[in-house]
């Protein structure tokens, strides 16, 4: 794909030119109200290119099957030499090819996709007889190669998040991975890619807005405890920017959100994305408590609107 | 160790291992029950607290401890597999579900002698299997040596070691982590000698055996440096001066382990070992006990002899006599002893002097006692020959007192002190049974027990005697009787009831009636199974959440779950729902009393869960079993029945026993 030249420019000039406030300090983040019109956001999306016809390279690695759930631990190549750890659950008996199926994106913890409590949320749904795909998104769980540091939450902002150029360079690869994850589920699994949703918890809910909208097959997109930017953010790079992508997804959007959340703050995180998102998008305000707390009504909420729009 | 610990363990044994409950704590480490989900077997896993495993350092801990892993043996808990888990030291072993030494001596006392001869020789095999290896475990203590079965395995090889290694210390560190345990240290780690070796371990499993015979350790102290020293410069007293039955072959192999110079002590283990198998099998004698094979005499040999013989025949006869004297006197100072505790209504410590003083009942001279208070058992056991024992139960339930070896079944007509105890009875290739029997004073019990053949696989369950309908249904039942039945020892936990959900048990429809009576309406198979569901809408009981249990609740009762799904499960298991008869039997048996464990109110909370807190783990009240040895049927959650007749109408389903929150 190429793109005029002055477009690329405008775009380059936009990234470099964003430096918006730092510290404590709330940014007026002008793209929450002045998203990027049409055009630049479809250049956007050039940046998320990849490479369909590369071969998967599928390891798997153990399969557990307990509690109801049967587990792989694997690993496929998302791009040339890059591979993706995850694992795969889906219901003790149940097949593949019947069932619905989700790429999950696990939050900004370094533990990624087996931090305790986002393992129990994917063995829910897969017990629930939707399967999950729940991958490591590049540097973090079985990927962490050092470049995030110690594990605290402050280095991995100065790192990543507030380092424009790498967050979107990160951003770039995690979207890929995500279409990759998609191809995988149906070529690899046996998946109906007309059932085939995404859900993005916390931080994966920022990567799964962008992905969601740049990559426009799946068939229903979960938003978990995510929104603008969190507390600490203070980088921001439009082209990874979710405000830029939220209005352009095409599928049904769910946004669970907490209005007690102390990471992604309400007024000026949560709730300027929901005005950007379409206006089929569902908005469900758990009262589990802070950020990512969800209740037993949330899952089943949860559970049941996945498998209503992934029939 | 904190919540936040466990779940920092599980996390990073997500995928491996997953903690179920603790097992124990002690000063450096937590013990916990895990599954191992690649082999679907539980495991036991050690973990270090974090402040003692910053002071071990990772790396080197992990090394020394890893050294184990090569011993393979079965009298040694092997090492599955180890590692540092976020900054907690942990290694694996196979889950034993048998108790510590430690714990059999806190319930028994000491040991019946054939026990101990047995448990000595299997921890000596598998000391020299690691001696040849080089490995010396410098912990043995009663803590380290795990009932598997009737047999010993030694645990925790290589932790001593690694952690003095880590440490540099030899004894006590300035953490308090003790490297060995004073009241079972040698003399030359009591004195932090360096060189360290096998004769060490031989030392410790002489005063481990010392303390099996005679409840009590060689050398005690009031503090940790009084053992020490006594380790170094006191000489422990004979064994048999605290058993006096105890053959002298045994005293003496014990006595040697304990000599305070090492080249005093059995050299090798393996020599060690050999002594004590001839022990164990005394139709092979022992040699340093055989008398030499006789040659042809001489005359002048002869002559002395008879000088010699005659001599030894009065002393012999003057012995006798002494013997007779202070036997006497000890039958007058027992009788007294417990005629003052039954004075003070102290039926405990009379029945703890009785046993501390090896006589029974049943003897001429304790006949007025046995008049007063006593009353006669007679115990038959199918298969005949089972090995019977029995401890009295405290009034305080804290913990059984000394327990009594009965021999061999049928036990005839002995006489035990009235009140209440648990039975053990255990038979080669059999289940062991433990049940609560109460004797009433003057009464003469005779009691019928048939222990499950181990080839029926169904150690989980316990045999309930045929016989009368019990409890609040006698009147009605008069005359009619309940044929034998095996019932399960344990309420269904949410593991168990995991599978049954896992194995597709909600969409199995031939486990579930076409139309199901809820709210007082009928209503169809597909609308009733959804209305089964758990807090998050899956299928499950109605107390679950996300188609799981609560997290470390594995070994709770199931709870929440309607008769409906109860049947269910029972028909997935190849069981049934006991009836309400079957139910009433097990709880009580022939006896007439309130509750399975007898008519005590007074620990009521000790015997059952009435806590209003919430489920505890089945099997938590071992003073709570009945008759049969079932658990829990006073109080925990409901338990679903049967009707009379399984095929007849859903109407006559009922639940018995209290949930732990439902009011008095």
């Not at chain 2, 006798?320 to 007058?332: D, E, H, Y």
């Not at chain 2, 038959?380 to 021999?407: C, F, H, I, K, Y």
């Not at chain 2, 005779?446 to 169904?458: E, N």
């Amino acid at each position: 794909m190429t793109f005029p030249r002055i477009l690329v420019a405008a775009v380059v000039a936009q990234l470099l030119a964003s430096v918006p406030g730092r510290a404590q300090e709330r940014p007026t983040d002008e793209w929450l109200t002045r998203p990027v019109d049409r055009s630049t956001f479809e250049a956007y999306t050039g940046f998320f290119v990849f490479d369909a016809d590369l071969p998967f390279r599928t390891e798997v690695m153990d399969e557990v099957e307990r509690e109801g759930v049967r587990s792989e631990h694997l690993r496929f190549q998302g791009t040339p030499g890059l591979m993706i750890t995850a694992r795969f659950f889906r219901a003790q008996g149940a097949s593949v090819a019947d069932a619905p199926a989700v790429v999950f994106l696990h939050g900004g913890g370094i533990q990624g996709k087996d931090a305790g409590y986002l393992v129990r949320l994917q063995r829910f749904l897969a017990r629930a007889g939707i399967s999950v795909l729940a991958i490591d998104m590049w540097r973090f769980g079985e990927r962490n190669d050092g470049f995030l540091g110690g594990g605290s939450e402050q280095e991995r902002h100065d790192l990543l998040y507030n380092n424009d150029p790498v967050y979107l360079e990160w951003v770039q690869q995690s979207v890929k991975e995500v279409s990759r994850s998609f191809d995988f589920l149906a070529r690899e699994r046996g998946v109906d890619p007309a059932r085939i949703g995404l859900v993005g918890f916390s931080r994966g809910a920022v990567v799964g807005m962008i992905a969601s909208a740049a990559e426009d097959r799946f068939g229903a997109v979960a938003l978990l405890h995510g929104g603008h930017f969190d507390f600490l953010e203070n980088g921001h790079a439009p082209a990874a920017c979710p405000a830029n992508y939220v209005g352009h997804i095409e599928g049904p959007v769910l946004f669970l959100n907490s209005e007690r959340d102390q990471d992604f703050l309400l007024e000026s995180a949560i709730r300027p994305i929901h005005a950007l998102a379409p206006a089929s998008a569902e908005v469900y305000w758990t009262s589990a408590g802070g950020h990512g707390a969800t209740s037993d009504e949330d899952l089943g909420m949860l559970a049941a609107w996945l498998r209503e729009r992934l029939p | 160790m904190s919540p936040d610990l466990i779940s920092r363990l599980n996390e990073a044994l997500e995928g491996r291992y997953r903690i179920e409950r603790e097992l124990g704590a002690g000063g450096m480490a937590t013990v916990f029950l895990a599954r191992d989900l690649k082999h679907d077997r539980h495991v036991a896993v050690k973990a270090f607290r974090p402040e003692v495993a910053n002071m071990l350092g990772g790396e080197r801990f992990l090394r020394e401890i890893e050294i184990v892993a090569r011993i393979e043996h079965p009298h040694i808990l092997t090492l599955i597999d180890s590692g540092d888990a976020g900054g907690i030291l942990y290694f694996v072993m196979p889950y034993v579900s048998g108790e510590s030494l430690r714990a059999r001596l806190a319930k028994e006392g000491r040991l019946p002698v054939a026990d101990v001869v047995r448990l000595m020789r299997d921890v000596a095999d598998g000391l020299a299997e690691a001696h040849r290896h080089g490995l010396v475990h410098r912990d043995i203590k009663p803590d380290n040596v795990m009932m598997s079965g009737k047999h010993a395995v030694v645990m925790d090889f290589g932790v001593a070691k690694a952690v003095s290694t880590a440490t540099g210390e030899h004894h006590v560190t300035t953490a308090g982590m003790t490297v060995g345990t004073p009241t079972y240290m040698s003399p030359e780690q009591a004195a932090a000698e360096p060189d360290i070796d096998h004769r060490t371990d031989i030392y410790a499993l002489g005063v481990l055996t010392y303390e099996l015979l005679t409840g009590k350790p060689p050398l005690r102290g009031a503090s940790a440096a009084q053992v020490l020293a006594a380790h170094i410069s006191t000489t422990p007293d004979p064994v048999s001066r605290h058993r006096e039955e105890t053959p002298p072959a045994l005293e003496a192999v014990v006595m040697r382990c304990l000599e305070k110079e090492r080249e005093n002590r059995w050299q090798e283990t393996d020599e060690l070992l050999q002594q004590l198998e001839s022990i164990a099998t005394p139709s092979d004698g022992v040699p340093s006990t055989r008398v030499p094979a006789a040659s042809k005499p001489d005359k002048r040999a002869t002559a002395w002899a008879k000088w010699a013989g005659i001599t030894a025949v009065v002393a012999a006869v003057g012995g006798l006599f002494i013997v007779q004297q202070r036997r006497a006197a000890a039958t007058a100072d027992l009788v007294a002893e417990l005629e003052s505790a039954l004075e003070s209504d102290d039926l405990d410590g009379a029945y703890s002097t009785l046993v501390a003083s090896g006589r029974t009942l049943g003897s001429t001279a304790l006949a007025s006692i046995a008049e007063e208070v006593g009353a006669s058992l007679t115990l038959t056991v199918e298969p005949a020959g089972a090995e019977v024992q029995v401890a009295r139960v405290p009034a305080t339930l804290d913990g059984p007192l000394p327990s009594l070896d009965l021999g061999a079944a049928p036990v005839q007509s002995r006489t035990l002190l009235s009140g209440e105890y648990r039975v053990t009875v255990v038979a080669p290739e059999h289940d062991t049974a433990s049940f609560s029997l109460h004797l009433h004073a003057g009464e003469t019990r005779s009691v019928l027990r048939t222990l499950v053949p181990a080839a029926w696989q169904a150690s989980e369950m316990v045999y309930v005697e045929g016989g009368v309908v019990p409890g609040p249904l006698k009147a009605a039942y008069q005359g009619s009787a309940v044929e034998p039945f095996l019932m399960d020892r344990f309420e269904v936990t949410n593991e168990q009831f995991m599978r049954f959900v896992s194995e597709g048990g909600y969409r199995d429809a031939d486990l579930w009636p076409d139309s199901m009576l809820m709210n007082g309406a009928w209503v169809g198979r597909e609308d009733a199974l959804a209305r089964l569901v758990d807090r998050t809408g899956l299928p499950g009981p109605r107390r679950w959440s996300g188609g799981t249990f609560p997290d470390g609740r594995g070994s709770h009762p199931v709870d929440g779950v309607s008769w409906y799904e109860a049947v269910a499960f029972a028909s997935w298991s190849g069981k049934d729902l006991p009836t309400l008869e079957q139910w009433w039997r097990a709880a009580l048996g022939d006896g007439d009393m309130r509750f399975p464990w007898g008519d005590d109110l007074r620990n009521i909370d000790a015997r059952s869960n009435f806590t209003g807190v919430g489920t505890t783990p089945v099997g938590r009240y071992p003073f709570g079993a009945g008759p049969f040895g079932a658990y829990d049927q006073a109080g925990n959650v409901k338990l679903a029945i049967c009707s009379t007749h399984p095929t007849s109408s859903p109407s006559t389903r009922r639940s018995l026993a209290r949930r732990w929150d439902s009011g008095s």
